[in-house]
């Protein structure tokens, strides 16, 4: 049980982060552009 709920955290984890690093690219391609 322990394992798995750990790894369900992970997954959310580095969702979480991708996400973020997503928006952050956005962010630098917008004002890259002089948005």
Not at 12 to 33: F, P, S
């Amino acid at each position: 049980m322990q394992a798995a709920r750990g790894t369900a955290f992970h997954r959310k984890l580095v969702r979480t982060l991708a996400n973020g690093a997503l928006a952050y690219e956005e962010v630098e391609i917008a004002n890259n552009e002089g948005f």
